[in-house]
């Protein structure tokens, strides 16, 4: 009998390592630390919280590292941190800047590094706060850094089709084991190409498909989304045509390892790609369309993101399908295409013949 490991599917395998993950971060913790963490459990993905439970990690070493009197994370009291000052705060924000971890890695944060740990931590103290476990929040006075406003960092039309045409048909500079590899998986990866590009999916995303997930009748697939929710994505001809090749040609021909039968995109070991198989695969095939551009897989959702609102103009349809949940994010990511449109404005009145 198969176990209930074996019967779950790939979004459970994974909560589940990711639950048990989180667990053993927090085993290093303070024990009131898990108090808070049970509490964000309802709005919070386990992703986000393990990202939370990183960042606080950071918090504590910095405070084991600037405090003789501390030996330990684990020995850190609410009390230590209610004796924490503002400045304590902003000689956190400095020292996230560049800083070495407990395991000797080095680390550096831009603006939107500091902005997230800076929140994560606000968040933290505001639980105790509201609990009366606290009474002093430092982090409130402190102001968040300032964000500036991100180029999206998208492909042109034409890179689109450089970039779909080298997938299919490779490059002169090529290697005999490259151009093997190449050949061996040219239907497979024209289909993920085609397929970022066609839908505007997240890699996570796409890792998750499954053979079931795919609706030809209908012309969608199932995906899960952000939070485990469950979304439907259609996609036009160009895809449908990429994903029958490669289940007919080559997926349909593959025996998977055992636990990834269902997988829709498989390695060269014959399992499910992973997230970072997927960003290798995009940064490389990339590389040979254009030097400037570092693109990845988000990179493809923004230029798929683009399209659909230079094509239909329609936010709010850019939004659903892409599965944002506020569509002010989109408005913020696609806001440079009105300023095209207001500029082409310019030209349009004519306030005297020539």
């Not at 998986?185 to 795919?214: H, P, Q, W």
């Not at 952000?226 to 979304?231: H, N, P, T, V, Y």
């Not at 790609?273 to 940064?283: H, P």
């Not at 897989?297 to 609102?309: A, E, I």
């Amino acid at each position: 009998m198969a176990s209930s490991n074996e019967s779950m599917s790939y979004h459970d395998k994974v909560k589940v390592d990711n639950t048990l993950k989180l667990r053993e971060i927090l085993k290093g913790y303070p024990s009131f630390v898990k108090d808070y963490f049970r509490a964000i459990e309802p709005n919070t993905s386990v992703r986000t919280r393990i990202s939370y439970a990183y960042d606080l990690g950071v918090f504590f070493h910095f405070l084991i590292e600037n405090n003789p009197a501390l030996d330990e994370i684990k020995n850190i009291t609410l009390d230590d941190l209610d004796h924490l000052m503002p400045q304590d705060i902003e000689e956190y924000l400095e020292y996230l800047k560049y800083y070495t971890s407990s395991d000797g890695q080095t680390h550096m944060n831009d603006e939107r590094g500091l902005f997230r740990k800076l929140s994560s931590l606000r968040s933290f103290y505001l639980y105790f706060i509201k609990r009366e476990l606290l009474h002093n929040n430092p982090t409130q006075v402190v102001d968040m850094p300032k964000l500036h406003k991100k180029e999206i960092i998208r492909l042109d039309a034409d890179e689109v089709a450089d970039l779909l045409d080298y997938v299919e048909h490779g490059g002169d500079q090529m290697t005999p084991q490259k151009k093997r590899y190449f050949e061996k998986n040219k239907v497979r990866n024209l289909a993920i190409f085609t397929l970022f590009l066609g839908t505007g999916i997240r890699v996570s995303e796409c890792v998750g498909l499954d053979l079931t997930d795919i609706d030809f009748k209908n012309n969608r697939i199932k995906i899960v989304r952000k939070g485990g929710k469950e979304d439907f994505v259609y996609f036009g001809e160009e895809v449908r045509d990429a994903l029958s090749r490669y289940l007919t040609e080559e997926r349909n021909q593959i025996t998977p390892c055992h636990g990834h039968e269902n997988a829709l995109f498989l390695s060269i070991q014959k399992k499910r790609m992973s997230i970072r198989a997927f960003e290798n695969l995009v940064t490389d095939y990339a590389s040979h369309i254009t030097t400037i551009k570092h693109i990845t897989p988000h990179k493809l959702r923004s230029t798929y993101g683009t399209n659909l609102y230079r094509e239909t103009n329609d936010i709010y349809l850019v939004a659903e399908v892409l599965g944002h949940n506020d569509v002010n994010t989109t408005k913020k990511h696609y806001a440079a295409l009105d300023e095209d449109r207001k500029r082409r404005a310019a030209n349009a009145v004519h306030l005297r013949n020539d």
